[in-house]
């Protein structure tokens, strides 16, 4: 392809989707593209946006429908980062906890995850700063940590993701977000420009960050000394929680719609160094939509509104809503994203007709 020709980065062409995403439906990319470095992503973010060609990130697929049209080349590329660089990752073992580090300035370690910064930069912090790749699977992040007696990831055991698409859709569930556990976020905007946004400067809310930049190279986050053997259990307790609520071995891309109404935790930069939850859930397991029961936010979580039209079980063609979890919706052998589509229609209208409230979809739809 003319736009990669010169520029040495990996990529092949009419690539299926549908062995990419965990719906596992939809059609071809033109390009998918793998850099193996941020100084081969920079050069081609910038090439793509300089002749006006659409990039789409893709993580682990746990949140998308691609279409059955796919993603071809007069709609845009794909960009996986795979490669073993963004599948980095860095405990930090042996490094001094508690310290004060430099913040990096804009631009810096372009090549690298980004130095570790060391401390919160003002008192509280005792955690270690944990260095991972976008590209890094945010399930064995969670095993791998809790092994190393870190705590701060538990709560999202049993979340299929990568670590740059988790933070990107602020992904969590009945225990907490991601972004609870967010330092600093290293990023790439269009034009290829590296750089980093720190706690202070985010802001984590229900399924969202205001990050806005197309690429998340990397994520520190802060994590505590605890018992290990506490913490795997812990694992296992959030992991079977979870498998006892949703269709965990489905094909799905996990909740279908956000709970309307719910806003849920705000993480933001606290003066004091130390995250800052405000949070209206007094405890935990409550408010999420990925258990199906209202919360103390007062939010409607979107499963019920849809058990309570009567839907589950509804189907079209290969794509069906579960009936285990009313906000998931699967699909059986042959389905088309078209099915998943229709459903997911038939579920926005008839939700709304009953109770005259518009359902948002959480999953994201290529192109
Ligand atoms: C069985 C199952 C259970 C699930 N349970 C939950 C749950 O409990 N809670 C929850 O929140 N979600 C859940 N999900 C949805 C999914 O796990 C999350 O949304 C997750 O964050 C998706 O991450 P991903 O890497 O797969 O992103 P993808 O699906 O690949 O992409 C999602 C979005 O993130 C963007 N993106 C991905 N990587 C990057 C990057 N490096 N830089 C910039 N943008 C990027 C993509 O462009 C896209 O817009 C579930 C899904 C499944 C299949």
């Known amino acids: 392809m003319d736009l990669l020709s010169d520029l040495h980065v990996r990529y092949e062409v009419d690539v299926p989707l549908a062995g990419l995403t965990w719906y596992g439906v939809g059609g071809k990319a033109g390009v998918v593209a793998h850099p193996s470095s941020v100084q081969q992503l920079s050069a081609l973010a910038s090439r793509c946006h300089e002749a006006g060609v659409r990039v789409y990130v893709l993580g682990s697929g746990a949140n998308l429908l691609v279409s059955d049209e796919g993603v071809p080349v007069e709609k845009g590329i794909v960009i996986k980062l795979d490669e073993a660089f963004f599948k980095r990752v860095d405990f930090g073992d042996g490094e001094p906890v508690g310290g004060v580090g430099a913040k990096p300035q804009a631009g810096e370690d372009p090549e690298g995850l980004g130095k570790r910064s060391e401390g919160g930069g003002g008192g509280g912090n005792v955690g270690g700063g944990v260095m991972v790749g976008a590209g890094f699977d945010l399930m064995k992040l969670v095993l ?15 979340i299929p993701a990568s670590v740059g698409g988790a933070v990107r ?13 967010v330092k600093r976020v290293q990023v790439m905007d269009d034009r290829g420009h590296v750089y980093y946004r720190d706690r202070d400067d985010l802001v984590f809310s229900y399924r969202h960050t205001n990050i806005v930049a197309r690429y998340i190279l990397s994520v520190e986050f802060e994590l505590y000394p605890d ?33 309307p109404g719910q806003s849920m935790t705000t993480v933001k930069g606290a003066e004091a160094g130390g995250a800052e939850r405000t949070d209206d859930r007094e405890e935990e397991g409550d408010g ?50 078209s099915d998943v589509l229709a459903v997911m229609t038939h579920v926005q209208e008839t939700v709304l007709a009953k109770t005259g409230i518009a359902l948002e ?3 994201v739809v290529w192109p």
Do not use: W
């Open 227 to 259: 018992d290990a053997d506490a913490l795997m259990k812990r694992v296992r307790e959030v992991f079977m929680y979870k498998k006892n609520s949703q269709p965990m071995g489905e094909n799905s891309a996990g909740c279908a719609f956000k709970n």
């Open 361 to 363: 979809r959480e999953v």
């Open 288 to 337: 999420e939509d990925d258990d199906g029961r209202a919360g103390a936010s007062g939010a409607m979580p979107a499963g019920k509104l849809i058990d309570e039209a009567g839907l589950k079980g509804y189907r079209v063609g290969g794509a069906e809503v579960s009936k285990l979890h009313a906000n998931f919706i699967y699909t059986h052998p042959g389905c088309k994203a």
């Open 144 to 158: 791998e940590t809790a092994k190393r007696g870190l705590e701060g990831l538990q709560h999202m055991a049993g």
């Open 169 to 181: 859709m602020n992904a969590g569930g009945a225990f907490g977000e991601i972004g609870t556990a």
